[in-house]
């Protein structure tokens, strides 16, 4: 068994890892790296394989193509919708005669994101349920493949289980132990408990958030955090304006109902919110915009807060912007680039965490500058994270008990904290506990 660490190793994004057994390959994950996309305008991006390798968006994995492994990947499994991990899936996926497998949500993102960047892959999609099975055929065997549930910051996130012939290898990238998620279902322990017992020889797991010493509060707290902020202040005659992350659908469907008992009409705005809301309708779990409304194209975005302006204690808008990316609605909201005037002390909240990248803290600082020119309210960071901190990956090593651990999703300082967990639990460093970088190939004997 060799693990192919292919991107996500050296930095937050890219995450693409590569398990060979014998004469066969399976992928997990094919995401982008988004800091090198962010605050590129629409007409400079290239909607192609060698404008976004140009960009420095995609995993690099042409080291496939030099050790002779492309042509013996049997799957692609995409364990979540968020685009750090699903996103480089219709740049890199022609490479491969494979299938694309993942949940049902992540398979309805990957089609919407294709459809509306007029793209298209000759790989067959494959959506599963959550906690369900699925067989692969290989030369050296036939490998079933589980997607489990996990909780994390979008619906339908898997960690993901493929048996082979020396073990499971389980892929936990992203996750968070949420016993109180507020929409699905909390983690399935007792299948996790049932693969300890199988035995897992590897675990590939998000670090994150490895040096941080806590445990990632759940869903609800957010939930709690958002409700006094919208009941426990005064804002009956001012608007109201959430910003979050478009995929965050139990996070969109907390906003909604807020907005209803405060007896106030949900405006969704931004074509962003709009891919990710469209995705969890077509599955059926999006009833929460029965009390919204979604707009998403320039002119009816315009229209509806021309509308706005006249009657702001009427509405509560969920908008794209909470990084302060240029040209989003609410950086064109506070620059008076759209029909709508803030006011004094109307309400800007920040359901999110600014990602610490310089380019992301360098928009959410001019944003807040703009914003603050109006005399707006700010409420920052009414969020909780979607990744698991240090005590949640001490409990998920307890659960899983696996023979070798192999910390993922970050550069070196934050794959480092990991292993140092795992050395304080009895691992050792580069017997069972072992540190990779982009392009590293570990063999497992």
Known sequence: MKIHAIG???????????LEIGEDVIIFDSGLFLPAIVGVTEREKIPTERGMRALGALPDDHNLDKINLRNKVRALLISHAHLDH??????NAYRYNAPVLGTKYTMEVLKILMRDNGQSIKNKIIPLALNSSYFIKGKSGKYRIEFINITHSTIECAVVAVHTKEGVVLYANDYKLDNSPVFGDKPNYRRLKELAKIGIKALIVDCLYAQDDRKTPSEKIAKILLEDVLFGTENRNSLIIVTTFSSHIARLKTISEFGKRLNREVIFLGRSLGKYVEAARRIGKAPFMRNARLYTYRRQVEKILRRINSH????LIVCTGHQGEPGSVLDRIARNQLPLKLSKEDNIIFSSKTIPTPINETSKKELEGNLKKHEVRIFDNIHVSGHGGREDLRDFIKLTKPEHIIPSHGDLQKTTAGAKLAEEMGYKLNKNVHLMQNGKVLEIK
Not at 9 to 18: F, I, L, P, R, S
Not at 86 to 91: F, T
Not at 312 to 315: P, T
């Open 8 to 18: 996500g190793y050296d930095e937050v994004g890219k995450n693409m890892t590569a």
């Open 312 to 315: 702001k204690r009427k509405y």
């Open 86 to 91: 699903v996103g480089a899936v219709p740049y």
